[in-house]
């Protein structure tokens, strides 16, 4: 049995050992850490009220002058549809961006269902509850009339190779949009997604499903959809939240300067580390949009990246590999994030968050 033991444990550190040389053989460059470069996006939200990392992805957007947001798509996720949407209309009002779109999108993924797992495990993307106030009242900005699918596509099909979208939640819509026009895919320029998360890479358990990440498992088939594109994507999975440190001290230093997103924070995050000052918030979110504008904060490695849409034990797993496999044929070499600097990222995000509101009049 002791030896059993030892020849597992010397096979851990075997391949542990191979999977550190293969990533540093493949790392990104560190370059371009100062760019003038502006970036023209579309923000695909499960937003989420009180502030939660999409609140703050998207306060980071707007607020960086490197980032441009066109508009912002909402979908089913941590909550329903029609909550996100409310829920993102009166944070803009909050910070005073009312100037900003918001496209109401999907409310229900393409074939999951809901069940009673999904009911009782976190996120009421299933809910057709009415959505409930946000703080301050509901919002007196109206969601537009096209839907968020048909903005998708008339803004990339109008100006290809020039968008990027930024996906934050299931990724339901942009799904949609790949099926609904056959020059999407090859006219978006990038997409960034929040979602998956890679067993292949340390740190790659679901949090969902014991090997599913939440948004790729909301949505299985719309994020098989999406990484068989041919978009060019970076994955922010699971893999490098958990590199993330979010401690009371990052915490402090973020609400020591007063804006309303920094006050809304102390409502959501303060009563956390009352109840548990070594509590650790991971950012999820946060890194997607944070490795737009500075990428070479984050290691990446390009992996063949596919999702597991059997409704089985491992219902929107993804799966990464550095070829391909059995069953994976049509899966693309996506860049997948697995770590990152932590000191550097937590000064730029604090910066990003907490700079003076902009809006676009002044
Ligand atoms: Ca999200």
């Not at 008339?154 to 056959?182: D, M, S, Y």
């Amino acid at each position: 049995m002791k030896k059993i033991l030892m020849l597992a444990i010397a096979s851990v550190f075997l391949s542990l050992s191979i999977l550190s040389f293969n990533l540093e053989s493949r790392t990104t460059p560190t370059m371009n850490i100062v760019s003038d470069k502006v970036y023209d996006i579309i923000l695909d939200t499960d937003f989420s009220m009180p502030p939660q990392d999409d609140a703050l992805a998207t306060i980071v957007a707007l607020n960086s002058p490197k980032i441009n947001v066109l508009g912002i798509t909402t979908v089913a996720g941590n909550n329903s549809l029609e909550q996100a949407t409310v829920d993102v209309l009166r944070f803009l009002e909050i910070v005073k961006r009312e100037d900003v779109p918001v496209f109401v999108g999907s409310n229900m993924p393409l074939v999951h269902e809901v069940s009673d797992f999904a009911k009782s495990t976190w996120g009421k993307w299933w809910s057709d509850d009415p959505p409930t106030m946000p703080i301050g009242g509901f919002p007196k900005k109206k969601p537009e009339k096209q839907s968020a699918v048909d903005f998708m596509v008339n803004t990339v099909i109008n100006r290809p190779q020039e968008i990027t979208i930024v996906a934050i939640g299931p990724l339901t819509n942009v799904a949609k949009a790949i099926r609904q026009h056959p020059n999407f895919a090859k006219s978006v320029k990038e997409i960034i997604v929040m979602g998956g998360a890679i067993a292949t890479l340390p740190d790659g358990a679901g949090n969902a499903t014991p090997n599913a990440e939440f948004n790729f498992w909301v949505d299985p088939e719309a994020a098989r959809v999406v990484l068989r594109s041919g978009i060019p994507v970076t994955l922010s999975p699971l893999n490098v939240s958990r590199k993330t440190k979010g401690s009371e001290t990052w915490y402090e230093k973020v609400v020591s300067v007063d804006t309303p997103v920094t006050s809304l924070l102390k409502q959501t995050m303060g009563p956390e580390f009352e109840k548990d000052p070594e509590f650790i918030d991971l950012m999820y979110d946060q890194v997607a949009i944070i490795s737009l504008i500075y990428p070479d904060l984050v290691k990446t490695v390009d992996l063949y990246v596919d999702v597991d849409i059997n409704h089985g034990i491992n219902y929107g797993t993804s799966v990464g590999w550095d070829k391909v496999w059995p069953g994976a044929e049509g899966a693309k070499k996506i860049k997948v994030q697995y770590d990152l600097d932590w000191e550097n990222f937590i000064k730029l995000f604090i910066k990003e968050v907490s700079r003076p509101h902009i809006t676009k009049n002044d």
